[in-house]
């Protein structure tokens, strides 16, 4: 993998973390949870998403060793408490 193939790649990885887990939030608020919200966590901006290990540690040393690249970000903050129906809500 050259230098661009990895920026590009890279870029897209961090990309699909951070709206996985912004979609993970506005379901949440969609049943009735602001939670995240509240805590900053509905942003595109990386930074609050960021996990040392899962964003940057792991998927370096996969791509270095020729691992499978896999990452993850912080869990987005949910109170199942604040859900309308938090049984049925959660699953979504």
Same mark, same amino acid.
């Given at each position: ?30 049943? +009735? ?6 805590? #900053?966590? &509905? *942003?595109?901006? =990386? @930074? ?5 290990? +899962? ?6 040393? #996969?791509? &270095? *060793?020729?691992? =499978? @690249? ?23």
């Amino acid at each position: 993998m050259d230098l661009r193939e990895a920026l590009i790649f890279f870029g897209c990885l961090v990309t699909a973390i951070i709206l996985h887990e912004i979609s993970h939030g506005v379901v949440a608020l969609w049943f +009735g949870d602001d939670t995240a919200k509240r805590a #900053g966590r &509905l *942003t595109l901006n =990386p @930074v609050p998403h960021i996990d040392p290990v +899962g964003s940057i540690i792991l998927p370096a040393f #996969g791509a &270095l *060793t020729g691992l =499978p @690249v896999i990452g993850f970000a912080k869990p987005v903050p949910v109170n199942p408490s604040r859900l309308r129906r938090p049984r049925r809500d959660m699953l979504f």
